[in-house]
């Protein structure tokens, strides 16, 4: 048997301690932390009865990232895995412009002892959210839990529901949105499935009408907010954004792919809660997946954030006021 194979099956010892993927053990052999009859070997040396395989493992490097005590909203937690409700406005990982604040810093903070990823002491970022979209993500303490992880999303095999509020009177009580979306064609900080270059990858998502909200008395189409469940089956850049304003509903308060609002009527006034809406309102509300140590179904739920409770308020009242005033004039 190759070595690389006899040590990726299951049985106590240090490399189960240190979550060491198929892959991470090939890169610790190759790094001459396991040695076979005391020589550097291999991951493909094959063994044979009586031969001494020794495991000496390094301590993860330590990561350039500074810890920081940012507060963390923890759903779960165990010895593989940990769910966060990331809150709008956070980073998840730092990048050219942000080293500090970021959901990567919270974590080196809140796990000192992370075994690591690739041997360097950090988290697993498995998947992203937007700096202002909200909501559940999962993040791997060790290699085999990130490995593990990350095929589940590039097999979609992970079952992702989002909240979302977008401008316009939907229809349809439930439909698919079934677009390749590419970088856009002038502008490159923003993705299109209308206007890209010709590298495009497939993406999937399924919505379904939660309610509508009258934000004017006369009924104007463009005058309803709309609250929308999504299910997104791929996992592209801005994908749920994008799939939405191309279709036509942008997503009340993004500022790259919706416009900016002003009240009925041409009236250049906002509308309080909802025209000022500071970020897209968009909320990644439920996350299944299968436990990366047990293969057990778990799923997890964020509650709507307060401010997207706040917006929903104001939809409510705005309606209300709207439904009042039609009835007024005569229906």
């Not at 301590?59 to 940012?70: G, I, N, Q």
Request: with cysteine; glycine share 10%; hydrophobic share 35%.
């Amino acid at each position: 048997m190759r070595l690389d194979l006899f040590l990726s099956r299951p049985f106590p010892g240090p490399l189960e301690r240190a979550g060491l993927s198929r892959s991470g053990i090939q890169r610790v052999i190759a790094e001459g932390q396991i040695t076979l009859n005391g020589r550097k070997t291999k991951a493909s040396a094959r063994l044979k009865p009586n031969d001494a395989v020794e495991i000496r493992l390094l301590p993860p490097r330590e990561t350039a990232l500074v810890p920081e005590s940012v507060p963390l909203d923890i759903l779960f937690e165990d010895e593989d895995c940990l769910v966060v409700n990331k809150p709008a406005g956070m980073v998840v990982h730092p990048a050219a412009g942000r080293q500090s604040g970021t959901l990567v810093n919270a974590l080196l903070h809140y796990c000192p002892n992370l075994q690591g990823i690739g041997g360097e002491r950090r988290p697993g970022i498995v998947h992203r959210l937007d700096k202002d979209t909200s909501g559940v993500m999962v993040v791997a303490k060790h290699d085999r839990a990130f490995h593990q992880l990350a095929q589940q999303f590039k097999e979609r095999r992970v079952r992702k529901e989002y909240l979302a509020f977008v401008w316009g009177l939907v229809d349809q009580q439930k439909g698919s949105i079934d677009r390749p979306i590419g970088r856009h064609r002038s502008d490159r900080k923003r993705m299109s499935s209308l206007r890209s270059v010709p590298r495009l990858r497939e993406a999937l998502t399924e919505w379904q009408v939660e309610n509508a909200f009258r934000v004017e008395p006369a009924g104007e189409r463009s005058f309803w907010v709309t609250l929308l469940r999504l299910k997104p089956h791929s996992g592209r850049t801005h994908q749920i954004r994008v799939h939405l304003a191309d279709q036509g509903y942008p997503v009340v308060g993004d500022r790259i792919y919706g416009r900016k609002r002003y009240g009925p009527g041409g009236n250049r006034e906002p509308l309080p809660g909802v025209t000022d809406f500071p970020r897209q309102a968009l909320h990644a509300e439920r996350l299944g997946f299968s436990h990366p140590r047990t293969g057990a179904p778990v799923a997890f739920y964020a509650p709507l954030p307060l401010d997207m409770q706040r917006l929903l308020d104001s939809l409510r009242e705005w309606h209300s006021i709207s439904e009042r005033r039609k009835v007024g004039k005569g229906g």
